[in-house]
């Protein structure tokens, strides 16, 4: 199972990382590269909405807890205008609650910090079929 999720190529699709930490970002970056897969940073929720509103997004990993609007907030403004595109919300803070409530405003799926390479991977690959 385990060289079957290294040996994915996502070529051709885009994920757009929104991260405010520069190295998690790096992080996540460095999980999903080897596959292939086309990488764009946004640093804050705003930012984040813009780049998604500019640029074909395959999937997109959504931090919670952003500076300025929030990793929710940025979801359902992108809901608005790309309701289809994959969302999965990464957060350290992870209860039932914050799961529910990732999910319940937009966001396809859910991650916990610190993010398993190879969950994330299997996650991804749910949604980049």
Not at 3 to 11: D, G, H, K
Not at 31 to 40: A, C, M, R, W
Not at 116 to 127: D, Q, S
């Amino acid at each position: 199972m385990g060289e079957q999720v290294l040996a994915v190529n996502w070529s051709g699709k885009t994920v757009l990382i929104v991260e405010d930490d520069r190295f998690n970002a790096l992080i996540l970056e460095n999980f999903i590269k080897p596959t292939g897969v086309n990488v764009l940073t946004a640093t804050s929720g705003e930012m984040g909405v813009e780049m998604a509103g500019q640029n074909e997004i395959h999937l997109i990993l959504m931090d919670i807890k952003l500076p300025g609007i929030s990793g929710i907030e940025a979801t359902q403004q992108i809901r608005k205008f790309n309701p289809t595109v994959p969302i999965i919300a990464q957060t350290a803070y992870a209860t039932d609650t914050d799961k529910e409530s990732a999910i319940t405003e937009g966001c396809n799926s859910f991650i916990t910090k610190p993010i398993n390479r190879l969950e994330l991977l299997r996650l991804m690959g749910e949604y980049l079929k």
